[in-house]
């Protein structure tokens, strides 16, 4: 029944989580981890032009799972898609002024959730966008047949 | 805030009267109870002064009874690896409950790995020992079985009296593990049949770095740490004078006081129960009459344990948990998942133990700080969203 020794920003993240909740109609949705681990993370993102305009988180986890999806979505919010993508678990574990060796799974969680959140808005948008072009291409046949 | 100690099972505040007894310790004479000058033997009265006291707590025999050692852990390890290798002609076997303390499992496990057979005894959802499988699994082999008074996670006590029958009927040496119940349940080993019973200083409100095995007068054991013979020749190495003289005092209140003190534990632990299990999705563990009675043990649907842990130590209250993110392996609690409960639910244990500090009057704001942060804790989760809270 040991308790480890956290830094003071992860337990201000831990107490003072940034960006809970959900977002109804997101662009993109990733959810890590199992509850049976003791880790369940969901991160839902909205996107303009490829840039994250919001992001929200909800955890199931110890104080360390909570505070990495804390921060993962404060350092992810106004980033690029892509540069979000390259964010890794010691971005997350170095802002939080270090985790323990045995935590540091948390952090990867924290980042596979928003990668997968990512990866879950690309699908959408190259979905939409054959479709869209499939409808131009609809459009453009349409009327060479009339 | 005031702080709220809630972790008496993890560790206990020394008791100033104890403090000001072992004190004379340090500021005295420090002397080697081996060296047979006076300064020696001054030291040697305190020693012999705490195996009478601690004798005494447990009802031993004789003062000779109790060895002492320098943790509850090493005294485990001596009973079960000391009693298993000096009795190997009698037999190769070993058997404990699968919710021993780890200090008796690991030395068990050691034993498996060199050639004796380990059985692991189960318990039922409230971590009763399965009467029917000890008698089944237990042969004149069995040299060592050892079962512990209560636990430690959940607060459940062992039917010991009817425990020691089946063992000294089947096996040979029954050893209990009693960190958790003395002081708070009078162990009496001679009424009970325990002829190995493990104490630990720090846990009857004494010093850290001692502990004691009770070892019945016949049985027979070989010592774990060899050196200049100390401890009639079970534990050598220079007897931590300090700790052991505040051992002995620290039994001496325990007995005096052990009555009283469980009762009011009781009610305050009583009353903790019933507030907190009126929290939706809130569980308890262990056995809900036959418990130690200072522990109060739970676990929470959609939330979990090291969470509670912090959210709670921020109200400036202390408890404890058996969830795997606390732990060092990332494993949920070996007792946990022994009475049955699933991972995801093991994760969500919290457990509240009081001691002496402790004031009835604290209940309400334990209360609070319990519902409080189950609530907003249930809030991040995103388990609780999707069914009802």
Known sequence: MAQIGYSKKVMEHFMNPRNVGTIENPDGHGKVGNPVCGDLMEMYIKVEDDVITDIKFQTFGCGSAIATSSMVTELAKGMHVDEAMKITRNDVASELDGLPPQKMHCSNLAADALHEAIKDYESKKETTERGTKAQREDGRQGKHRS | ?389
């Open chain 2, 1 to 389: 805030m005031e702080r709220v100690y809630l972790d008496y099972v993890s560790s206990k505040p020394i008791d100033p009267r104890v403090l000001e007894f072992a004190k004379r310790f340090l500021e005295g004479s420090c002397g080697n109870p081996s060296s047979l000058h006076s300064v020696g033997l001054e030291a040697k009265h305190l020693l012999e002064d705490a195996r009478a006291k601690v004798a005494e707590l447990i009802n031993g025999e004789n003062e000779k009874t109790i060895i002492f050692t320098g943790s509850a852990t090493e005294a485990n390890n001596l009973a079960i690896k000391g009693g298993a290798l000096r009795n190997m002609s009698k037999g190769k076997e070993v058997a404990a409950t699968a919710i021993e303390h780890i200090s008796v499992l690991n030395p068990m496990k050691e034993l498996q790995k060199n050639g004796f057979t380990l059985n692991l005894i189960p318990v039922d959802s409230t971590g009763m020992v399965d009467l029917v499988k000890l008698e089944e699994v237990l042969t004149k082999n069995t040299t060592v079985t050892s079962i512990m008074y209560a636990n430690n996670e959940i607060g459940t006590i062992e039917p010991i009296k009817e425990i020691s029958k089946i063992v000294h009927d089947k096996g040979w040496y029954l050893h209990v593990d009693a960190t958790a119940a003395a002081g708070y349940l009078p162990v009496d080993v001679q009424a009970e049949g325990i002829d190995m019973l493990t104490l630990s200083s720090n846990d009857l409100y004494g010093p850290q770095g001692a502990g004691a095995l009770y070892v019945k007068p016949g049985v027979k054991l070989q010592p774990v740490i060899l050196g200049g013979g100390q401890e009639s020749g079970l534990r050598s190495g220079t007897e931590n004078i300090f700790a052991i003289a505040g051992m002995g005092e620290a039994a001496r209140i325990a007995k005096e006081e052990m009555a009283q003190e469980s009762e009011r534990l009781k009610e305050m632990r009583d009353k903790l129960i019933q507030a907190l299990l009126m929290i939706e999705g809130a569980y308890l563990t262990g056995h809900p009459t036959k418990r130690l009675p200072h522990h109060a043990s739970f676990r929470f649907d959609y939330i979990e344990g090291e969470s509670i842990l912090l959210n709670m130590d921020r109200h400036n209250i202390q408890v404890a948990t058996g969830s795997a993110c606390s732990s060092k392996t990332l494993e949920p609690s070996h007792v946990l998942l022994a009475i049955g409960l699933k991972h995801e639910e093991a994760h969500g244990s919290t457990v509240l133990t009081l001691g002496r500090l402790n004031k009835v009057e604290e209940i309400p704001t334990i209360v609070k700080s319990v519902k409080e942060t189950v609530e907003r804790l249930r809030k991040l989760s995103p388990l609780s969203s999707r069914e009802v809270i």
